[in-house]
Structures are given as structure tokens and as C-alpha cells.
């Protein structure tokens, strides 16, 4: 089961929540169903050979595909 960030568009509460495909979370701030699905960014525990690893306050940008994808070069 994946592991999904939402945003509720009621309360603007935002969490992570383990979902199965068939399962509609709610919001566990107002029970609200009416959720945004947020961009989630992944982590690994290794890195390849000869491949820099991204400054700490990149890593979590959602505009960075990589090495030379930075919005804000």
C-alpha cells in the first residue's frame, strides 16, 4: 500500500495517509472527503556512483527532475 500526502480543500489540514486503491481516505481534522492529492517526493537510502546529491533545500522541490532541472538556475 502506497503512502499518499493529501491537502483538504475544507479545512486546509494537510497529511499522509496509507491507502489502499479501492479506500477514499477523509481528513482526519474535519472528516471532510474533499481531498488534493499532493506531489510527494521520494527518498533512497543509496545513491549511484558518480552522481552529486542535491542540496538539502532541493530535495524536496517538486520542480527538480535531476541535475540541470533546477527552476531556479
Given at each position: 500500500m502506497p503512502i499518499y500526502e493529501y491537502r483538504c480543500s475544507s479545512c486546509g489540514s494537510e497529511f499522509e495517509k496509507l491507502v489502499r486503491a479501492s479506500d477514499m481516505p477523509?481528513?482526519?481534522s474535519c472528516q471532510g472527503e474533499k481531498?488534493?492529492?499532493?506531489?510527494?517526493v521520494f527518498s533512497t537510502s543509496s545513491q549511484q556512483a558518480g552522481s552529486g546529491a542535491l542540496p538539502e533545500a532541493c530535495a524536496s522541490c517538486p520542480n527538480s527532475g535531476g541535475p540541470g532541472s533546477c527552476m531556479m538556475q
Open positions: 477523509k481528513c482526519p481531498l488534493e492529492k499532493k506531489l510527494s
